[in-house]
C-alpha cells in the first residue's frame, strides 16, 4: 500500500470541527445573523414602536402606563431570551428603562 492510500483510509476517521449552520463560512465570508435585512427591518420595526409607546404613555392613566411598561419588559426578555437583541437595540431599550442590565 503506498503512502496516498494510507492518508485515504485515515480521512474518514478524522475528526470534523463541528460549526454553527449560521455561522458557516461561505462565499461572502463568515455570516452573521444580525446583519440581515429580515433582522433589521424587524429590530428596528421594535424599537420604533416601543419608543413611540413610551413617549405616549406619559400622557396616559398611570394603570395604562404601567400595563405598556409590562408588556415592554415582557418583549425585552422574550427577545432577549432568544439572543436576538443586538447592542445597539440593547442600548435602546435600556435608555428607555425597559431593561435592567
Given at each position: ?11 474518514p ?55 405598556n ?33
Open positions: 500500500m503506498s503512502v496516498a492510500n494510507i492518508g485515504r483510509l485515515q480521512e476517521f478524522r475528526r470534523r470541527k463541528m460549526v454553527f449552520a449560521r455561522f458557516r463560512r461561505h462565499s461572502r465570508g463568515l455570516r452573521n445573523i444580525f446583519a440581515t435585512p429580515s433582522y433589521l427591518h424587524r429590530a428596528a420595526k421594535l424599537a420604533s414602536t416601543l419608543r413611540f409607546l413610551a413617549s405616549f404613555s406619559r400622557h396616559k392613566s398611570g394603570i395604562v402606563r404601567r400595563r411598561t409590562l408588556l415592554y419588559k415582557n418583549a425585552a426578555k422574550s427577545l432577549r431570551n432568544k439572543r436576538v437583541i443586538s447592542q445597539h437595540f440593547a442600548k435602546c431599550f435600556l435608555q428607555l428603562g425597559v431593561i435592567g442590565l
